[in-house]
């Protein structure tokens, strides 16, 4: 029977990419390869509860509501997330994935809606980030850059006129709470007339900065 180490699931507002705002079940995969600078879900690194992939749907059910989000940790570092992946989306529901970009996302079942963290130089992991990732994305997909100071606004955007990522999906940029201003970069996206759309962590806003929420 496919199992995977849980860290935790629970319900909450999604609180950043294009489903911010609505009731979410989170279901946060334990470990993760990288180690971010800003990373504020260490707690998932390790430990974790050892579930099968059909506890882990019974315990969605549970909740009644229509979207999942997978995330970390890394959750692709577990092989039977792909399964976890599938079941959801066999199951009905609107699931999307958060990743690192660190790992192949190519081979995921198309249904899901990817979330992929391109690591800026800021984060300390830029050399883990899988540019072979940006070959294979759909309109459904988001990029997602989180920026620690100006350094890594200008280096994202060259990533993305690198790339044209803005004519393949939607380019989020993030400030990294505590590090920049959610004000500063905003302007900055305002003033370059950047076509990404800005995000702010808005469980954040809502409970502050701890686990579960």
């Keep these: 029977m496919s199992s995977l180490r849980v860290t935790e699931i629970f319900l909450s507002l999604q609180g950043e990419s294009r489903s911010s705002g609505w009731p979410t079940v989170f279901i946060r995969l334990s470990g993760c390869p990288l180690r971010c600078v800003y990373c504020d879900t260490a707690y998932a690194f390790s430990g974790g509860e050892k579930l099968s992939v059909q506890q882990i749907l019974q315990q969605t059910e549970r909740y009644q509501v229509r979207h999942v989000t997978v995330t970390g940790g890394e959750p692709l570092a577990q092989k039977n997330c792909h399964e976890l992946l599938r079941r959801l989306c066999d199951a009905g529901y609107s699931v999307s994935l958060e990743t690192s970009g660190a790992m192949d996302v190519c081979e995921l079942d198309p249904r899901v809606e990817r979330v992929i963290d391109i690591k800026t130089p800021g984060s300390g992991e830029q050399p883990r980030n899988r540019w ?30 690198q790339h044209n990522l803005a004519g393949q999906c939607e380019v989020l940029f993030s400030p ?22 800005f995000q702010i962590q808005l469980h954040k806003l809502l409970w502050g900065d701890k686990a579960g929420v």
């Excluded at 709470?177 to 759309?197: C, E, F, H, M, Y």
């Design 132 to 161: 072979e990732n940006l070959q294979c994305l759909k309109d459904s997909d988001q990029i997602k850059f989180v920026i620690t100071d100006e350094a890594d606004y200008r280096w994202a955007i060259e990533i993305m006129q």
């Design 176 to 197: 990294v709470a505590g590090d920049l201003s959610p004000t500063q970069l905003a302007d900055w996206i305002v003033r370059d007339r950047l076509p990404v759309r």
